[in-house]
């Protein structure tokens, strides 16, 4: 079965550290990634995509990601959190360019960021 | 450009009672999605539709909730009647055939009391 699997539902980092969300999936076929991101009471907004092309995937407002197929991972980096990136954050898969859009996401972690 | 409009923001029912949720897509926009995310999970989806026709919708539970979009363009999705568990955000999403990616509206929060 296709899944997604964020490591820690709760991560909680200093203003000014690295910020480090885990992502792994499990797939059969190569895999199109996205990290998204929630604020309170808000959509889901896209932070950045891997579809094939450089591993290393920089998004906005300074996150980045690297897609490691050996390990079957997709973590979200930020090197210096600020209080404006305390959301909650979802990782997604898609399946191939025939299923584009329709995702299958983990169930989140919350980023909180303490001054 | 416009992004995804949905409506109401939020919602408030009793068990047993109906409900309708409304989405208008970004303009030009061919698939159209409807997930449901209940609090502290991820979106699952629902329904998805190319154009005005159904393409998957092996999620949606059709003893109670029902969707369409008979224009192609906006959709309705509709729950009746509403149980305890319905309570979550449905959330609408839109995708050119140019994107990889869906874009999503802020949802409407549904409360089933």
């Known amino acids: 079965a296709q899944s997604v699997t964020q490591l820690g539902s709760h991560v909680s980092v200093s203003e000014g550290a690295l910020v480090l969300l885990r992502c792994n999936y499990s797939s059969s076929v190569p895999p199109y990634l996205f990290w998204y991101v929630q604020y309170p009471n808000q959509g889901l907004q896209l932070l950045l995509k891997?579809?094939?092309?450089?591993?290393l995937v920089k998004g906005i407002n300074g996150f980045e990601a690297e897609f490691k197929k050996s390990e079957t991972s997709f973590h979200l980096t930020k090197p210096s959190a600020h209080m404006s990136d305390a959301a909650e954050y979802f990782c997604?898969?898609?399946?191939?360019?025939?299923?584009?859009?329709?995702?299958?996401f983990g169930d989140g972690t919350t980023l909180t960021v303490k001054p | 450009e416009a992004g995804v409009a949905q409506s109401p923001r939020y919602k408030i029912i009793e068990k047993r009672q109906s409900v309708a949720f409304w989405c208008n897509p970004i303009?030009?926009?061919?698939?159209l999605y409807w997930y449901q995310q209940i609090l502290g999970q991820g979106p699952k989806l629902l329904i998805q539709?190319?154009?005005?026709?159904?393409?998957?919708d092996s999620q949606l539970p059709k003893d109670r909730f029902s969707a369409e979009r008979l224009k192609g363009v906006d959709s309705t999705l509709k729950i009746q009647p509403a149980k305890l568990e319905d309570s979550a955000v449905y959330l609408c999403?839109?995708?050119?055939?140019?994107?990889?990616?869906?874009?999503f509206g802020q949802g409407t929060r549904l409360t089933v009391v």
């Open positions: 891997y579809t094939s092309a450089a591993t």
């Open positions: 999403a839109s995708r050119s055939t140019a994107n990889t990616e869906a874009f």
């Open positions: 997604a898969v898609t399946w191939g360019n025939t299923n584009a859009g329709k995702s299958t």
């Open positions: 303009s030009g926009h061919a698939t």
């Open positions: 539709f190319q154009n005005n026709g159904v393409v998957d």
